[in-house]
């Protein structure tokens, strides 16, 4: 296997779209895509240039074909998807909006062929990976997968890769609240970079201020920590420096789902090329920004010529700042930066 930047897991579904916007019920026509939060972010990351690995696994359906094509042409390395005989391809529907508001979805996972990744599913070469992106979403499938989750974390930091971790809380895949806050909090702990949002880390953390969010994790083992704080931008906090940059003003909101992966992707693809955890920020703003001007999870999300030419763009042209909301060091000057 050629070098692999990053590894990335998790269930890939199929997605029908809505074409017409109402109830789900009462439409008559769809549009057949991908959706996964967690392939996403691979996906944004293969459109910047680099190597991604997908660790995952379908059913031996026309969905589960559908899947592993549609990855493929995106570039990602799909070897190690396994293909389940007897589990099928997990998919959901999702009504359209016109309003920017959130689209409903209908979800059909339950004992798909992802819910049983498991440790034996780990290969070896995957583990040579410069980096791993995890979500909360996996360990939320089931016990297997949940244990593939801890382990693939555990042995990537062992090896001093770089860890990455999204909650993407799904708190109706969890036997309850407190058993989703405890596990979510304890792979948390397994990663390097930590990228809640603002009522994630809140429900998690029992913290209201982003500043005590982005300390707690930082005490459980975590380098640096990101807060998603919608149109407002993000604060981010490491054990030097902490800061609030402000978001990309958007006219218009298409399609909200997938704004977070969007947000990923910027934060991982920078700091892989060394940019500062404050500019790592701003272009996660940017991207996840781009994601909600486009209909679909993960259409809007950027290549790297287009990513060259718009971004810097919007860095020269010093886009005046949405004025921060909520606890009170996001009263800060945007973009201001503190020793601490």
């Known amino acids: ?24 019920a009462s439409v ?42 549609t990855l493929e042409q995106e570039g990602l390395d ?18 359209r909006t016109d309003d ?11 004992g798909s062929a992802a819910s049983h990744l498991s440790v034996h599913s780990i290969v070896p070469d995957l583990l040579k990976a410069r980096h791993l992106h995890a979500t909360g979403i996996p360990p939320a499938l089931s016990e297997t997968a949940r244990q593939m989750s801890f382990e693939l974390m555990t042995r990537m930091r062992q090896a001093g890769r770089s860890v990455s971790f999204d909650p993407n809380l799904r708190p109706s895949l969890w036997a309850s609240e407190q058993k989703m806050i405890t596990e979510i909090n304890r792979l948390a702990a397994l990663a390097h970079w ?27 083992g975590a380098e640096a920590v990101a807060i998603k704080l919608g149109p407002h931008g993000a604060y981010y906090r490491t054990h030097l ?11 218009t909101v298409v399609d909200t789902v997938g704004a977070g992966d969007g947000f990923a992707v910027g934060m991982i693809s920078a700091l892989l090329e060394n940019h500062s955890f404050a ?15 486009s209909r679909g999870d993960m259409e809007g999300l950027p290549t790297r010529a287009e990513m060259s030419v718009e971004f810097e763009a919007v860095i020269a ?18 973009a201001q930066s503190l020793k601490i």
């Not at 913290?207 to 459980?220: H, K, R, S, T, V």
């Not at 010093?318 to 004025?323: D, G, Y």
């Open 194 to 220: 930590v990228l809640p949002g603002l009522s994630e880390g809140r429900l998690l953390t029992g913290f209201e201020d982003p500043a005590d969010i982005a300390a707690f994790y930082l005490g459980q």
């Open 241 to 251: 420096d902490q800061g609030f940059v402000a978001g990309v003003p958007v006219q």
């Open 28 to 69: 008559g026509a769809f549009h057949k895509r991908i959706a996964g939060a967690d392939s996403n972010v691979a996906i944004g990351l293969s459109r910047l240039g680099f190597k991604v690995a997908w660790l995952s696994r379908v059913g031996a359906d026309s969905l589960g074909r559908f899947v592993i094509d």
């Open 317 to 334: 042209s010093r886009l005046a700042p949405t004025k921060p909301v909520g606890a009170s060091l996001l009263a800060m000057r945007p």
């Open 78 to 95: 799909c070897r190690h998807v396994d293909i389940d005989p007897a589990h099928p391809t997990g998919f959901q529907l999702k009504s």
């Open 279 to 293: 500019d790592a920020v701003q272009r996660a703003n940017w991207i996840g920004s781009r994601a909600v001007q």
């Open 100 to 110: 920017g508001s959130d689209p409903a979805v209908e979800y059909f996972r339950r």
């Open 1 to 24: 296997m050629s070098e692999i930047d990053i590894l990335s897991f998790g269930e890939t579904m199929a997605m029908f779209v809505a074409e017409q916007a109402g109830d789900l």
